[in-house]
């Protein structure tokens, strides 16, 4: 158990939906990332939040958004869903802002646009 | 384009054997890289690291070598188990660019046989 939790593990839905996919980091993290990986593809890095503030930003489709909250908990809003949207999405987090610390993965989100 | 590579989808050893599993980076900004295992319905998990000052780090069974001029890394499993059945993931990062995330490989699929 990484310590991270996401919300809903599995998730069916229609094109041209909304989803939010949600994710509590492990205790003391300030860090969270949000990862997409489609069939055949490896995990790719979609953004970055640090102790509330965007961070960085990676191949985040513009009909995709995200926020960390006070809590530190963040959500994921996937907007005007395309067939192609379906993914298992992972969210990470760790203490820090730099690379050189481990990621702790949640077991993901999968989400299926039909 | 593909930043990370690894090449092998997917890699059958015999229990006992040495599994090395290969990674190719193009991107002469990646300056520290890691190797994540993931098992089926779980999220990724940090397996082992290395920075580029150095060639080669060592944690129990797994040992990363890295090959800067030739932008390559390798992961050994001496000896391989059947609990290492997993996909493995490469990752790198460029630590002074700032918190862009980790980029990752599309996974291999090391298999072990009894």
């Known amino acids: 158990d990484s310590g991270v939790t996401q919300t809903p593990k599995h998730l069916i839905t229609a094109t041209g939906q909304r989803v939010t996919l949600r994710c509590s980091p492990r205790s003391g993290d300030l860090s969270v990332y949000w990862y997409q990986q489609s069939l055949d593809q490896g995990l790719q890095f979609l953004i970055q939040y640090y102790n509330g503030e965007e961070r960085a930003k990676g191949n985040i489709l513009e009909r995709f958004s995200a926020q960390q909250f006070p809590d530190l908990h963040s959500e994921l809003n996937l907007s005007s869903l395309e067939l192609g949207d379906s993914a298992l999405y992972f969210c990470?987090?760790?203490?820090?802002?730099?690379?050189?610390?481990?990621?702790?993965f949640g077991e993901g989100s999968r989400l299926t646009v039909l | 384009d593909q930043q990370v590579k690894q090449n092998s989808p997917s890699l059958s050893v015999q229990e006992g054997r040495i599994s090395i599993l290969n990674c190719d980076y193009t991107n002469s900004m990646f300056d520290y890289f890691l190797w994540y295992k993931k098992y089926p319905a779980e999220g990724p998990t940090f397996l082992i690291s290395?920075?580029?000052?150095?060639d080669k780090n060592e944690d129990g069974r797994f040992t990363v070598f890295l090959n800067k001029s030739a932008k390559h890394l390798s992961l050994h499993i001496v000896p391989s188990q059947p609990g290492d059945s997993a996909v493995y993931f490469c990752a790198a990062s460029a630590t002074g660019g700032g918190a862009d995330g980790l980029t990752f490989g599309k996974g291999t699929h090391l298999i072990i046989q009894p």
């Open positions: 290395i920075s580029s000052i150095k």
């Open positions: 990470a987090s760790t203490y820090g802002t730099t690379n050189t610390g481990e990621l702790f």
